[in-house]
């Protein structure tokens, strides 16, 4: 289960990367396309501010777009294969209510009527966890949490 779970954690990040991908990308060329057409009127004012709207639209997407591309590359990246018995990248801390997989911050997740957190190699809680092993207690949400498995 250990390494099949965390592969399919894994393909839903990818799969939900994907979607975010193509979303930003769609907003990105619509913004483009809306400064592209911005009509030229009697008021070039009016004109040339819409075309810097959309640009600035443009730009918006394509930061966001950079951005989870960088994440995609990052989560392929994430060896799901290898048993880890530390938190580390790969590594997933289950409790008896939430799941912790150090991956890409994706942020917390109901995957299968379980409770997932993505959490950055460099989130603050990533590094709170950094020392923790099987039987520790940790805190999340005001919520004392037994760790009873990593790998």
């Not at 965390?6 to 400064?35: C, F, G, P, T, Y």
């Not at 994430?78 to 150090?102: C, E, K, M, Q, Y």
């Not at 989130?123 to 709170?128: I, K, S």
């Amino acid at each position: 289960m250990d390494s099949n779970y965390k592969a399919s954690l894994k393909r839903w990040a990818l799969d939900h990367l994907s979607q975010r991908i193509a979303v930003a990308n769609e907003a990105m060329q619509q913004a483009q396309e809306a400064a592209n057409s911005e009509e030229k009127s009697s008021a070039g004012d009016k004109y040339e501010t819409g075309r810097a709207m959309g640009h600035l639209q443009k730009d918006m997407h394509a930061r966001q777009l950079a951005e989870l591309v960088r994440e995609l590359a990052a989560l392929h990246a994430v060896n799901t294969d290898r048993s880890v018995h530390a938190p580390g990248i790969g590594a997933l801390l289950r409790t008896d209510t939430v799941d912790f997989f150090i991956s890409i911050g994706l942020g917390k997740q109901v995957i299968d009527r379980r409770t997932v957190v993505f959490l950055s190699p460099k989130a603050p809680l990533t590094q709170t966890l950094q020392n923790s092993k099987t039987g520790d207690t940790i805190l999340f949400q005001r919520e004392s949490l037994l760790i009873r498995e990593i790998f």
